[in-house]
């Protein structure tokens, strides 16, 4: 676990507010690249709270972390930590509540893609993706929305995925795990209704990261024919929309008209269409 810097002070030596016994804090997982780094950046920004980013690798993490915090001017914690892991919230805790601080922000964006057809997976790929997806982000959310209901403030923003309102043939368990984000989210967002807590999903489609590639989709047709966002857009926009008390955010201009159109065409014609885009190849 690194500290960047090691007291509670930004990069330039200028003292952060808040009460130092229980200071908030926002936290991000998949921190140390794309959107989890911009999204990093830009609530560091915003909220002038201490930042615990988080992410597997150390070195890139590290890096990050002093990115963000020489930028701006606030308290970064790197913690390299597999969330899936039995005691990861344990973990994440135990990191804050020594330093005098709660996760007043949880920003769960860490999760893995996995492209092609489905009875070729490794089976150990798909618990994977299940585990990072679904599981570690349930239990996350878990753990920390009891103590924000409980100081009657507080948000849990998930990042999910356009991808979230369609099953995607191609993509058949990422596209069902985002699903589940945005079901749990819309259903939680209902529940602490009235408590002064929010939880809020975040339905990007095509972000100009390694994530498509890194799931062998980045010569799918839909690469071709949709326009990606930069990773800074899509933070710029959970931002404005998490400030104005959106429950579903969707950034880009043709995100929102994309979504609806999903969730009102029938799956007989959707499902077909969006199975064309995601295993129909180009460049190879």
Do not use: C
């Not at 922000?105 to 679904?134: C, M, Q, S, T």
Request: glycine share 10%.
């Amino acid at each position: 676990m690194s500290e960047i810097p090691t007291n509670n002070q930004g990069s330039s030596g200028v003292s952060l507010p808040g009460d130092a016994r229980n200071r908030p804090a926002v936290v991000v997982t998949g921190a140390s690249e794309g959107i989890g780094l911009a999204i990093a950046h830009r609530f560091a920004a915003g909220t002038g709270y201490p930042v615990v980013m988080i992410a597997r690798r150390a070195p890139p993490l590290e890096a990050a972390a002093r990115e963000v915090a020489e930028r701006s001017n606030v308290e970064t914690i790197a913690l390299p930590l597999d969330i899936t892991a039995p005691d990861a919230a344990d973990t994440i805790e135990t990191a804050l509540r020594t330093r005098g601080l709660h996760a007043e922000i949880l920003i769960n964006n860490a999760g893995v893609g996995l492209g092609g057809d489905f009875a070729r997976h490794d089976e150990a790929d798909i618990a994977d993706l299940l585990d990072l997806n679904v599981r570690a982000l349930s239990l996350l959310t878990r753990r920390f929305l009891p103590g924000m209901i409980e100081r009657a403030r507080g948000s849990i923003i998930n990042i999910a995925s356009l991808g979230g309102f369609a099953p995607g043939p191609y993509q058949a368990a990422y596209y069902a795990s985002k699903a589940y984000v945005v079901s749990l989210t819309r259903a939680l967002a209902s529940e602490v209704g009235g408590t002064g807590v929010r939880v809020v999903v975040v339905a990007p489609g095509p972000v100009s990261t390694q994530f498509h590639a890194r799931m062998g989709a980045d010569h799918a047709l839909y690469r071709y024919l949709m326009p990606a966002l930069s990773a800074q857009a899509v933070a710029n926009a959970t931002w404005r929309g998490w400030k104005l008390g959106f429950r579903v955010i969707h950034p880009g201009p043709l995100t929102p008209l994309t979504s609806l159109m999903m969730r009102v065409t029938p799956w007989l014609v959707l499902v077909p269409i969006v199975g064309w885009l995601l295993g129909k190849r180009l460049g190879r």
